[in-house]
């Protein structure tokens, strides 16, 4: 290996900053550092020039030399040289009484035998190749634009021909157009080096690098190909990391991670702001482990599935309802489940509730069959209906309702349940005086029952929300409400949603992933970005073109050479008709 | 670099507008004192001993019988060939009396003015380089004590210790009168008669540039491109003279042109304590004499000096910090 990080780690006084890295790049290599602010990375690649001032143990290893041992005479020489950083900070990353190329022409001669104006040439030079032309090169830096200014870095952390590029948050104060530029620039520049590119911009990272490693608090969580950790994040930070992220392919709504970073945790750094977390996770670091071709520090080995429905199967007499149905609904995830009305998505939902019993196939929760449901099943699962009206009783009042299920599972004292009703009442953003939990749902509004029923749902604490048409009771304010109401909830519980609706867009907005049914069965899954922007089957793609007011071209097209799956081949396409009964049975 | 030359033509504008001021200041002054501008030009005293020749001559140097724009027009051509009027004390030309002593003036102004700025920086950098380090305790508790010093008590200090006690230096005056030293003896000698007066203005002058460079170094070193300099692979000596140094140098200059109208009162009390024979030592004969000629001469000689050495100070800045130089 060029460059071998062996478990290195860095402290300020008694903050740990970094705490324990382990990397190893050979040329060619490129990988990115993302994290929030305040995670480490900067100290990381200060670390790899030697210019780290806290106090610091391990090895790094730089065509076998230990960085952190070597003389400061010989890191000098390294310096600049071998390894060059672009440091953040265009702004003031260049000495303001100095020329442009005065600022190259130095690095340059700090390196190499040359002269005055061998240095002076060779710096137009480089000057001229990363795109800095004519008079530029003799200016001063407040003379120069942000990307003007940014290309001078460039120049001079290339000026010697690194083998080792650090660029640290290199496009952070740059508009979007020059940030373009840039990137063009970087991509052409990080070629036959090893490049360690630190930044919180997770576009950047997936423009510039194949692999990436996640910081949080001093520690790598996650480690992968770039790509593939941004479609499938492991652990529950990456994902938090990109939940918060606004793409420009994102439809979610943007959700931050709850609390904030603190260093020196004792077990896992992320585990007070995790949602999945264990017993373990107090106690023990856990370390970086492979997982299917992933590097994830999790002791539950990443984003655990909550939910696996296997080949479910349902038939009510003779008519087919659901046929050979397959999901997983991940921790902390929403699962959009949309259909039209009779595709079988209530049946679904009621079936994995345990409301109705499937003909084959398993309902897995957690990774155990659910064989009957018990008050360890509804207090782990529960679920809101479509009209609250109807499903909260109009014969108790708020307190009873809320108080029900802990009643029905015989939970807690009398005290205990009524400290936990208000508890859920002031989750769901309603008050929980006495006067209010004694109101009747008549008396209440839409929205305030719906807010009942989801604090009743939460009574047991679940961390499976089966949501069937929450909101389309509701006025659109109302249901923006609830909607951002449960996506808050998820932020702060990690509660996994099944979130059925027919409504696409609201689908679109809430989830993030989707399940297409069609006829009982599910014809596409998927990122919700990626189904939306690009259906596959000809039945998504007419939901889409429906939501998005476009009947005119809703005859059937031509589909372009793509490969479906080959269950959903045959199905055809016929909206509104239902469910096909097996004829013979009439 | 249009631009440049367009910046420093309104710079020199400013600064010619400021010297007319301070002229016609110093003609119309006399003139609007009651009574006849010659008794307010020479005072009470001169013009007894004036003899009705001598009062002639003067009426008719100054124009003064004829209008204000001739006596103005005679002021200037006067000012032009170097004629700051005629001091009684000293039976002599007052340009001539002046030119007597301001080569020593300068000599001590000039040399301290390096030594301490020079002192100040490098001392300033090594100690904002240490900052928290005992030497840089050491350095800012030492140069403030120095630095609290009144001028004329440092003179007098280093006078009684190292004039009369040791013995180590002469005790006043520039040269040893009629040794008739020549070449190296002259230059050793006129050197030894510096040392002390010299020494006393540097070590009370330091400090402020001292304290200056060391905060703007602490500041500055926390910097991003001193980390790109350090990046590049510079030794720790180029980050220090020629990325910090160079930059701690912008304030520096600035202080050091606000501060010399100060330095050239403080070199008055250095001269009078070491009998130096300066500007300073004049002025104050002068004062004592009542040679109104000779004192309105030094003022005009002093304020001219602080204008040039201003204008000195923005052109270096401008040489200095680019970002100046669009400024105007």
């Known amino acids: ?586 | 670099m249009n631009d440049k030359r367009a910046s420093c033509r309104s710079l020199l504008l400013n600064y010619i507008i400021a010297l007319a001021f301070i002229i016609a200041m110093n003609f119309i002054l006399p003139r609007l004192m009651p009574g006849d501008p010659l008794h307010a030009i020479y005072g009470d005293e001169a013009l007894v001993a004036m003899t009705p020749e001598l009062e002639k001559s003067l009426i008719k140097e100054f124009a003064l019988d004829r209008s204000w724009i001739e006596q103005l027009q005679a002021y200037i051509i006067g000012l032009l060939q170097g004629d700051l009027g005629f001091s009684y004390y000293y039976k002599e030309q007052v340009t001539s009396v002046i030119m007597g002593a301001l080569p020593w003036t300068m000599l001590l102004i000039v040399l301290a003015l390096v030594m301490a700025t020079a002192l100040g920086i490098i001392l300033g950098i090594e100690s904002g380089y240490r900052r928290g380090r005992p030497q840089d305790h050491l350095m800012v508790a030492g140069l403030m004590f120095l630095s609290g010093f009144p001028m004329f008590f440092m003179g007098i200090l280093l006078l009684l210790i190292f004039g009369v006690s040791l013995g180590w230096a002469p005790l006043s005056g520039a040269v040893t009168p009629y040794a008739g030293l020549e070449g190296i003896d002259y230059f050793m000698d006129v050197l030894s008669h510096l040392i002390l007066p010299v020494t006393a203005l540097v070590l009370v002058l330091v400090g402020e540039t001292f304290l200056i460079t060391r905060n703007t170094v602490v500041s500055l070193l926390e910097e991003p491109f001193i980390l790109t300099a350090r990046g590049k692979g510079c030794s720790e000596l180029a980050v220090k003279y020629a990325h910090v140094g160079r930059n701690s140098l912008l304030p520096v200059v600035t202080k050091t042109g606000m501060s010399i109208p100060l330095l050239l009162v403080q070199t008055i009390f250095i001269e009078i304590v070491f009998s130096y024979p300066g500007v300073g030592l004049l002025l104050t004969s002068a004062l004592d004499a009542r040679d109104y000629p000779l004192i309105q001469g030094i003022l005009l000689l002093i304020t001219v000096l602080v204008l040039t050495i201003n204008f000195l100070v923005d052109i270096l800045y401008k040489r200095l910090d680019p970002r100046v130089r669009y400024a105007h």
């Open chain 1, 1 to 586: 290996m060029m460059l071998q990080i062996k478990d290195l780690k860095v402290s300020f006084g008694k903050a740990e900053i970094l705490r324990g890295i382990n990397l190893g790049l050979e040329i060619g290599d490129s990988i990115s550092i993302v994290g929030e602010s305040g995670a480490g990375k900067t100290t990381l690649g200060l670390s790899i020039m030697g210019l780290v001032k806290g106090s610091h143990s391990g090895e790094v290893r730089f065509r076998g030399k230990d960085l952190l041992t070597i003389p400061e005479e010989d890191l000098r020489g390294l310096r600049g040289k071998e390894i060059a950083m672009v440091f953040q900070n265009v702004e003031d990353a260049l000495d303001p009484v100095q020329r442009a190329q005065d600022q190259v022409a130095e690095a340059i001669r700090i390196h190499q035998r040359i002269g005055a104006k061998g240095a002076e040439a060779a710096a137009k030079k480089i000057l001229m190749s990363v795109g800095l032309k004519g008079d530029k090169a003799r200016a001063y830096p407040h003379q120069l634009s942000g990307g003007e200014r940014q290309r001078v870095i460039i120049a001079m952390a290339l000026a010697n021909d690194p083998a080792l590029l650090i660029l640290d948050e290199p496009t952070a104060s740059l508009d979007a157009l020059t940030k373009a530029d840039i990137l063009r620039l970087f991509r052409s520049v990080i070629v036959g080096r090893i490049s360690l590119v630190i930044t919180h911009d997770i576009a950047l990272a997936s423009a510039l690098t194949e692999q990436m490693a996640v910081l949080y608090a001093g520690e790598i969580v996650e480690m992968g190909r770039t790509d593939e950790m941004l479609r499938e994040p492991r652990h529950p930070y990456t994902r938090g990391l990109i939940r918060s992220y606004p793409g420009m392919t994102t439809t979610k709504d943007l959700q931050s991670i709850p609390g904030r970073m603190v260093h020196g945790l004792r077990g896992c750094p992320f585990h007070e702001r995790c949602t999945q977390r264990i017993e373990i996770c107090q106690r023990e670091m856990p370390p970086l482990r492979e997982i299917g071709g992933r590097q994830v520090a999790c002791h539950r080995g990443g984003i655990v599935p909550l939910l696996d429905v296997r080949d479910l199967c349902k038939s009510f007499d003779s008519c087919d309802v659901l046929r050979d149905i397959n999901l997983t609904l991940y921790e902390g995830e929403t699962l959009a489940l949309v259909g039209e009305s009779g595709s079988g998505k209530s049946t679904l939902s009621k079936l994995i509730m345990g409301l109705y019993e499937p003909d084959s196939g398993d309902v897995v929760l957690e990774q155990q069959k659910v064989l009957k449901r018990d008050i360890s099943f509804y207090s782990r699962v529960q679920m809101i209906f479509q009209n609250p009206k109807e499903s909260v009783s109009h014969r108790m009042n708020v307190l009873d309702a809320v108080l029900e299920p802990l009643v029905v599972q015989k939970k807690g004292t009398r005290e205990e349940r009524l400290i936990r009703a208000k508890e859920v009442l002031d989750h769901v953003e309603l008050p929980s005086d006495d006067e209010f939990l004694q109101r009747y749902p008549h008396q209440l509004s839409g929205g305030e029952v719906q807010r009942v029923a989801i604090a009743r749902a939460l009574a047991l604490g679940p961390k499976l929300l089966i949501a069937d048409e929450p909101t389309s009771a509701l006025d659109p304010s109302v249901q923006a409400k609830i909607l951002k109401l449960l996506m808050g909830l998820q932020d702060k519980m990690g509660l996994a949603m099944l979130f059925v609706t027919h409504d696409i867009s609201l689908a679109r907005k809430v989830s993030d992933r989707m399940a297409v049914m069609h006829k009982g069965r599910i014809v596409e899954t998927g990122a919700t970005n990626e189904v939306l922007s690009n259906p596959e089957h000809p039945y998504t793609r007419k939901l889409v073109q429906c939501a998005s007011g476009e009947p005119e071209k809703m005859d059937d097209r031509k589909m372009p050479d793509r490969e479906i799956s080959k269950a959903t081949e045959n199905i055809e396409i016929n909206l509104g008709e239902g469910i096909r009964c097996r004829e013979s049975n009439f």
